[in-house]
């Protein structure tokens, strides 16, 4: 799911990051606004750009990545906080960095979700590929966010958590007048 402008990296490497589940991806990407409207009269949306997708992805050969949840970040020596994003973003990223260099063979890290604790993935760009799953009628796994269904799951789960959803209009979309639909 896409949220904001991908941050760039002075190494030039890129990650990915995946949920395990479609709400937690959902909280990932907007769940600081709960926090900044819970301070606020006036609630900032959700705004979902009709370009936005969900995909369930798989890795083409098996993924090794550093375990940060439980005790995996004493093992590392790391604060436990940082196995839930609950440390800033530059520490994350410092880590991030070195766990890249320390533990080559990993391909990335798993950690828990901020916002609801789920599980999630940050896959490095030296990982195998990914690819999109099919199911076993051969259609890909792969979504409009405007799509009825997925569309139902979000509303309720944004009003679970106090957050308002609503659908971007194309005519007022940032993201598709910097990236023009295809
Ligand atoms: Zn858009």
Known sequence: MSGHEPDSCKEGRSVVY??????????????????????SSRPVEA??????????????????????KGRGCLKIKASPALATGNV??????????????????SDGVKYQGAHDYGDCIAIWDRAPELTVGT???????????HNRDLWRRLIVAGRDVGLPVMKQDR?????CREHPPI
């Open 88 to 105: 800033s973003r530059e520490l994350s990223q410092e880590w991030a960095r070195a766990i890249y260099d320390h533990h080559t063979q």
């Open 18 to 39: 995946v949920a395990k589940d479609f709400i937690t991806g959902f909280l990932e990407v907007f769940g600081d606004l709960i926090i900044t409207n819970s301070r």
């Open 171 to 175: 005519t007022t979309c940032r993201d």
């Open 135 to 145: 199911l076993l009628d051969g259609a890909t796994q792969d979504y409009p966010l």
């Open 47 to 68: 705004r979902i750009c009709p370009q936005w997708r969900v995909a369930a992805v798989q890795p083409v050969t098996p993924v090794r990545v550093t375990n940060l």
